[in-house]
């Protein structure tokens, strides 16, 4: 256990709808960080989040957001879903801001989204 | 760019053989490296990480890497594999503002 937690575990739902993921980094972590995995694209950063604030962008797509609230969990919000968003997606925390930190991030256990 | 490419896609071994699994990165800053695993249903777990110092790092459950720096590589090892060490491995650069940078993945099938 890693002691970063994600809900839900399993998300289907359909075309153009939204959902909400979200993510609780471990207790003293500040830095939180989006990841999705799919089979064609491999695993890649969507985003970082450091203390409340955006800190990296990666690949998001504009129908996504991400925030961090004031008590360090994150959500990802997914909207007009398509069939392609269908992906594992995993939330990692780290202790502190990450440049030139020697970090470890540690991963939750993902939330699975199927559009169907 | 910054990239990661990991060599094998998908490699298969009987209990006991050796296991080397290549990682090449193209990252100009300072670099940290990683090895995670995933095991079947699991989500990734880090195996070892290498920051500075010594260039050969051992993880847990008996793998080591080596960092090679003329080589932009990161070779993850291990003597003896297991049935329980069937899973898929990512190796992954840290870069910029600390996101990680993975590669494609390999997966381990071990046969009994």
């Known amino acids: 256990d890693s002691g970063v937690t994600q809900t839900p575990k399993h998300l289907i739902t359909a075309t153009g709808q939204r959902v909400t993921l979200r993510c609780s980094p471990r207790s003293g972590d500040l830095s939180v960080y989006w990841y999705q995995q799919s089979l064609d694209q491999g695993l890649q950063f969507l985003i970082q989040y450091y203390n409340g604030e955006e800190r990296a962008k990666g690949n998001i797509l504009e129908r996504f957001s991400a925030q961090q609230f004031p008590d360090l969990h994150s959500e990802l919000n997914l909207s007009s879903l398509e069939l392609g968003d269908s992906a594992l997606y995993f939330c990692a925390s780290s202790a502190g801001r990450g440049r030139n930190f020697q970090e470890t991030q540690y991963f939750g256990p993902g939330t699975r989204l199927l559009v169907l | ?112």
């Open chain 2, 1 to 112: 760019a910054q990239s990661v490419s990991q060599h094998n896609h998908h490699v298969i071994l009987s209990e006991a053989a050796s296991l080397e699994l290549g990682c090449n990165y193209s990252y100009g800053g300072t670099v940290n490296l990683f090895w995670y695993v995933q095991y079947p249903g699991q989500h990734l777990q880090l195996l070892l990480k290498y920051f500075s110092g010594d260039p050969l790092v051992k993880g847990i459950k008996g793998f080591e890497a080596e960092f090679i720096k003329s080589k932009f590589s990161f070779n993850l090892r291990k003597p003896s594999v297991q049935w329980s060490d069937t899973a898929e491995y990512f190796c992954a650069v840290k870069v910029d503002t600390g996101k990680l940078i993975f590669g494609q993945g390999t997966t381990l099938q071990v046969k009994p």
